[in-house]
């Protein structure tokens, strides 16, 4: 059955996320509100039926929307979103009436999954039995941190004892490794800068080197260029020169057959 659910996030993209991925395809409602103080204004004002709510809000918190709806007697259920939660968080949120509570980022699946305990129907209950189910819940939380510490104990003592089975030769001759592979790095490193100064080098002589092969070749077509102007120069003259020996070679002729006649005269 379709609910009306009140979204209060302060980051837009979260609401867009959860209202059109997750609630709009069940049919459901969706209003939204950007900070505590709006959070609460729409809650009285429009009454949904769920509210998921961040617990880190402008203006007012999560859990203070919650408890000031219960201090007016609107117990509307609720799931608490938040990226850091703590045991005693977890505890309040509860006591004020909250469902669920989930850790960012959630995946749609449990969203699903809270959403239906949220709107699961219970039995009614007393405040008697509200507490004592929030006692075992706060005895269940309770057991899961002193599980928790329990390996965290056992853990360091894995440590202790992983540490005392290597011997003091094993452990001179790991740092003495060390400190041999810290001065092949550093020598490493070394070489690499040297390398790439030499490259860098060996780039601007290569690139000394090609304007100098450019400026030559400019210079060649010049000088090829002014050869060809003399080439054609000294065909001119040759040219010339044949002219001229054959002009000359024509006046010899005609002095030849000149010169016996002005004898007989």
Avoid: C
């Avoid at 059955?1 to 395809?25: S, T």
């Avoid at 949904?48 to 509307?76: A, F, H, S, W, Y």
């Avoid at 405040?127 to 329990?150: R, S």
């Avoid at 304007?211 to 000294?234: D, F, N, P, S």
């Amino acid at each position: 059955m379709p609910k009306k659910i009140l979204i209060i996030e302060d980051r837009r993209e979260n609401i867009v996320f959860i209202a059109n991925n997750i609630l709009r395809p069940l049919g459901h409602e969706v209003i939204t509100a950007r900070d505590g103080e709006a959070g609460l204004e729409r809650a009285q004002a429009d009454k949904p039926d769920l509210i998921i709510t961040d617990l880190k809000l402008p203006k007012l918190g999560g859990l203070e929307v919650l408890e000031q709806l219960n201090q007016k007697g609107m117990n509307i259920p609720a799931i608490v979103m938040t990226f850091h939660g703590t045991e005693e968080t977890a505890k309040q949120a509860l006591r004020l009436g909250a469902k669920d509570y989930l850790i960012k980022p959630f995946t749609i699946e449990e969203m699903h999954d809270a959403l239906n305990r949220a709107f699961k129907a219970a039995p009614p209950q007393s405040d008697e039995q509200d507490k004592a189910k929030i006692t075992q819940l706060e005895q269940e939380l309770t057991q899961v941190k002193g599980v928790l510490a329990t390996r965290e104990r056992q853990l360091e003592q894995m440590g202790k004892q992983l540490a005392n089975s290597i011997g003091k030769a094993e452990v001179a001759e790991i740092a003495q490794r060390a400190v041999v592979w810290e001065e092949d790095f550093a020598r490493l490193n070394g070489i690499l800068a040297q390398t790439k100064e030499s490259l860098v080098k060996a780039e601007g002589r290569a690139h000394a080197l090609e304007e100098a092969v450019t400026a030559q070749k400019a210079q060649m077509g010049k000088y090829q260029q002014e050869m060809r102007r003399l080439a054609h120069e000294l065909h001119n003259l040759s040219e010339a020169m044949r002219l001229m020996a054959q002009d000359m070679e024509h006046q010899m002729s005609r002095l030849e057959v000149l010169a016996p006649k002005e004898e007989k005269g």
